[in-house]
């Protein structure tokens, strides 16, 4: 008789005769083609999963695309979502699609992220090999929705005549418009991103847009447009954290659409900080994708996003010069 082997599967201990992955997702009610698996660190391929054996002490993530983020605060009974342009979501988490690993890895991210909304990059179809595997075989945009973005673009015209091709190709209307100024610090070139904006928007496009942490640009691309202001909290993949506070505060203060932080994001306490300030939610991608254990760490921003929006919620204490006695002093001994 087959010795049970010992496993931890999901956080929890459990004694399993499975001698695959695959047997063992089943056992678990789960059909192997509908899952992601982490085994030890490292992603599993679907298309292996019925050949790689267990052994005793393996740790096993098993993920799947849920589509609709946490669902923590509905068993909570409040409804706590968010919405841009007619869209509503309920996690507060953007999740990139580059610098992964492979894609197999960026799905299970984005399922451990619970995030509905997965950035996208438009680029040429490999024409000399189109066999290869396409994000889109890996997170389904029926699932998860598509935020088609300009990444890498450096006038208004490029901006524009690639979201074109992004309608053209799904449909897509809700799109991240962002401009560069200049390759070295990837900061926003304000005046095409206003220029790209007003096009936009004017054909219909409802752009989220990346700028930069400018109360007075805020407000600008507002009136030209945007359905979202996402400024930067520090310079693209730096992972520095929230530079600026203030005056991303006073982005928030000001803003009649969502605003939500992209750029610059580390660690789960940039993200919290994102949250406390009042923001509608973060977008990162380097931050989970570079991080040594890139599902772990989309866990993490996940839990990092609820509990900053709890915290901007509850209303943090006031700040004080000095102490201030947790207990009386009256009736000390």
């Given at each position: 008789?087959?010795?049970?082997?010992?496993?931890t599967?999901?956080?929890?201990?459990?004694?399993?005769?499975?001698?695959?992955?695959?047997?063992?997702?089943?056992?678990?009610?789960?059909?192997?083609?509908?899952?992601?698996?982490?085994?030890?660190?490292?992603?599993?391929?679907?298309?292996?999963?019925?050949?790689?054996?267990?052994?005793?002490?393996?740790?096993?993530?098993?993920?799947h695309?849920?589509?609709?983020?946490?669902?923590?605060?509905?068993?909570?009974?409040?409804?706590?979502?968010?919405?841009?342009?007619?869209?509503?979501?309920?996690?507060?988490?953007?999740?990139?699609?580059?610098?992964?690993?492979?894609?197999?890895?960026?799905?299970?991210?984005?399922?451990?992220?619970?995030?509905?909304?997965?950035?996208?990059?438009?680029?040429?179809?490999?024409?000399?090999?189109?066999?290869?595997?396409?994000?889109?075989?890996?997170?389904?945009?029926?699932?998860?929705?598509?935020?088609?973005?300009?990444?890498?673009?450096?006038?208004?015209?490029?901006?524009?005549?690639?979201?074109?091709?992004?309608?053209?190709?799904?449909?897509?209307?809700?799109?991240?418009?962002?401009?560069?100024g200049?390759?070295?610090?990837?900061?926003?070139?304000?005046?095409?991103?206003?220029?790209?904006?007003e096009?936009?928007?004017?054909?219909g496009?409802?752009?989220?847009?990346?700028?930069?942490?400018?109360?007075?640009a805020?407000?600008?691309?507002e009136?030209?447009?945007?359905?979202?202001?996402?400024?930067?909290?520090?310079?693209?993949?730096?992972?520095?954290?929230?530079?600026?506070?203030?005056?991303?505060?006073?982005?928030?203060?000001?803003?009649?659409v969502?605003?939500?932080?992209d750029?610059?994001?580390?660690?789960?306490?940039?993200?919290?900080?994102?949250?406390?300030?009042?923001c509608?939610?973060?977008?990162?991608?380097?931050?989970?994708?570079?991080?040594?254990?890139?599902?772990?760490?989309?866990?993490?921003?996940?839990?990092?996003?609820?509990?900053?929006?709890?915290a901007?919620l509850?209303?943090?204490?006031?700040?004080?010069r000095?102490?201030?006695?947790?207990?009386?002093?009256?009736?000390?001994?």
């Amino acid at each position: 008789m087959t010795q049970p082997l010992s496993l931890t599967v999901n956080g929890e201990s459990r004694r399993s005769t499975a001698a695959t992955i695959a047997e063992l997702v089943r056992e678990l009610d789960l059909a192997p083609a509908k899952v992601a698996v982490e085994r030890n660190g490292e992603i599993v391929p679907r298309s292996t999963l019925d050949e790689v054996v267990l052994a005793d002490g393996d740790t096993l993530e098993i993920v799947h695309f849920v589509g609709g983020g946490s669902n923590e605060e509905t068993k909570m009974g409040s409804d706590d979502s968010w919405e841009v342009a007619g869209h509503r979501f309920t996690s507060r988490l953007i999740v990139g699609t580059g610098k992964y690993k492979d894609f197999a890895q960026n799905a299970a991210a984005v399922a451990a992220a619970g995030a509905e909304i997965v950035t996208v990059a438009v680029r040429r179809v490999n024409i000399s090999d189109p066999s290869q595997p396409v994000l889109i075989d890996h997170i389904d945009p029926a699932n998860v929705t598509y935020l088609p973005n300009t990444a890498g673009c450096f006038t208004a015209e490029d901006a524009i005549r690639t979201l074109r091709l992004a309608r053209e190709a799904g449909g897509w209307d809700l799109v991240k418009l962002e401009v560069l100024g200049e390759a070295k610090t990837l900061y926003p070139d304000m005046r095409e991103t206003l220029k790209a904006c007003e096009v936009l928007s004017g054909e219909g496009f409802k752009p989220m847009v990346y700028c930069v942490d400018d109360p007075i640009a805020a407000k600008q691309l507002e009136d030209a447009g945007a359905v979202a202001i996402m400024p930067l909290g520090a310079p693209i993949g730096s992972g520095l954290g929230i530079q600026n506070q203030v005056t991303i505060r006073l982005i928030v203060e000001g803003a009649n659409v969502p605003v939500l932080v992209d750029a610059g994001v580390g660690t789960a306490s940039d993200a919290a900080v994102a949250m406390e300030l009042g923001c509608d939610g973060v977008l990162m991608n380097t931050a989970i994708a570079e991080a040594k254990d890139p599902v772990r760490m989309a866990r993490a921003m996940r839990l990092a996003v609820e509990a900053g929006r709890d915290a901007y919620l509850a209303g943090r204490m006031g700040r004080r010069r000095y102490a201030d006695p947790s207990s009386p002093l009256a009736g000390l001994i």
